[in-house]
């Protein structure tokens, strides 16, 4: 079946340092690809998405490339700030109304 | 602003007590999902309405029940709980069709004493 494994966190980042969180996914199709954000005391977010092989998905800085190759689909964003402090889901979808998240990585950034 | 509102923010609620939670949504998606989240966990899935029809039921305990009067509102029905059962319950809608993202409303946090 499809899963996503992202990496355990949490992960503490001074601001303006380089910032990338891993995501890898096994899938038998062809599978769409999402970062979703979760700030304190609110749902999910869509942050970016890819919907097909060496897609890349940019938002707010933030940005991740379909990689089929390595099955993966890391984060990175070049200068963190405090306010991207957060939980980030890496998740999976194909066809059918079933997301696969991964497990979130709790991001601090400090001042 | 999120395009999916969600009352109430907060609940408490006794183990005999039967309340609802609320969702709704003016984006003209046609699937509307109930997810369930634990502290420091993902998003569960419970339930998945497809143009107002209930398509997924993830084998939850029937002291949950969903409803879908339209296509603008979601209702979860709770009765019965479990002090187990307290989390933050999610609504989220998307299109059907094709692979879409969800929008997710901000959740209720439920509390059962």
């Known amino acids: 079946g499809n899963s996503v494994t992202q990496m355990e966190g949490p992960v503490t980042l001074s601001e303006e340092a380089f910032l990338t969180i891993n995501c890898t996914y096994t899938a038998t199709g062809y599978p769409s690809l999402f970062w979703y954000v979760q700030y304190p005391g609110e749902g999910l977010q869509l942050l970016l998405k890819?919907?097909?092989?060496?897609d890349k998905g940019s938002n707010k800085g933030f940005e991740a490339t379909y990689r089929k190759e390595t099955t993966s689909f890391h984060l990175e964003k070049g200068s963190v700030q405090v306010s991207d402090s957060a939980v980030y889901f890496c998740?999976?979808?194909?066809?059918?109304?079933?997301?696969?998240f991964g497990a979130g990585t709790r991001l601090f950034v400090k001042a | 602003d999120t395009e999916v509102t969600q009352t109430p923010k907060h609940l408490v609620m006794g183990m005999t007590n039967k309340k609802s939670l609320k969702c709704e949504q003016h984006?003209?998606?046609?699937?509307m999902y109930w997810y369930k989240q634990k502290a420091k966990k993902p998003p569960e899935l419970m339930f998945v309405y497809s143009y107002e029809k209930l398509s997924i039921n993830e084998s939850v305990p029937s002291r949950f029940s969903p409803e879908c009067p339209n296509s603008s509102l979601l209702n979860l029905h709770l009765h019965a709980l479990q002090p187990e059962d307290s989390a933050l319950y999610l609504c989220?809608?998307?299109?059907?069709?094709?692979?879409?993202?969800?929008?997710f409303g901000n959740g209720t946090r439920l509390t059962v004493t």
């Open positions: 984006m003209g998606h046609r699937a």
């Open positions: 890819a919907t097909k092989a060496d």
């Open positions: 989220a809608s998307s299109q059907v069709g094709s692979i879409s993202p969800l929008h």
């Open positions: 998740a999976l979808s194909d066809i059918g109304f079933k997301t696969i």
